[in-house]
């Protein structure tokens, strides 16, 4: 079973940027779908981010412009550039993958998860 394990989260003020990391324990995973996900208290988790084998990208329109998906096959590890980051944008941040190469809609396809890194950001 993948393990995915998420870093780089932490506290930046309004206007400042992070990034994200995840790298998964198999390689085979940095062909599936892979995305981000994020989750604030009280809240629903949101959709934040994905890409799938070929690279293509889908975003939040709550994110689209600020934050940008990438990954590093050699590497197996998936990264979300944070940028301009709002007060709103504070959450756990998750990646997640599953078996498919492509990106679902369906957060069901999403079979693994990472523990997840906290994003902080005041005002």
């Known amino acids: 079973q993948v393990q995915l394990v998420e870093s780089g989260g932490g506290s930046v003020q309004a206007g400042g940027s992070l990034r994200l990391s995840c790298t998964a324990s198999e390689y085979a995973y940095s062909s599936k779908c892979m995305g981000w996900f994020r989750q604030a208290p009280g809240k629903e988790r949101e959709r934040v981010s994905t890409i799938d084998n070929i690279g293509s990208t889908i975003y939040a329109d709550s994110v689209k412009g600020r934050f940008t998906i990438s990954k590093d096959n050699a590497k197996n590890t998936l990264y979300l550039q944070m940028n301009s980051l709002k007060p709103e944008d504070a959450a756990m941040y998750y990646c997640?993958?599953?078996?498919?190469?492509?990106?679902?809609?369906?957060?069901?396809?999403?079979?693994?998860w990472g523990q997840g890194t906290q994003v902080t950001v005041s005002s």
């Open positions: 997640a993958t599953g078996l498919f190469t492509f990106c679902t809609k369906h957060d069901s396809a999403f079979d693994y």
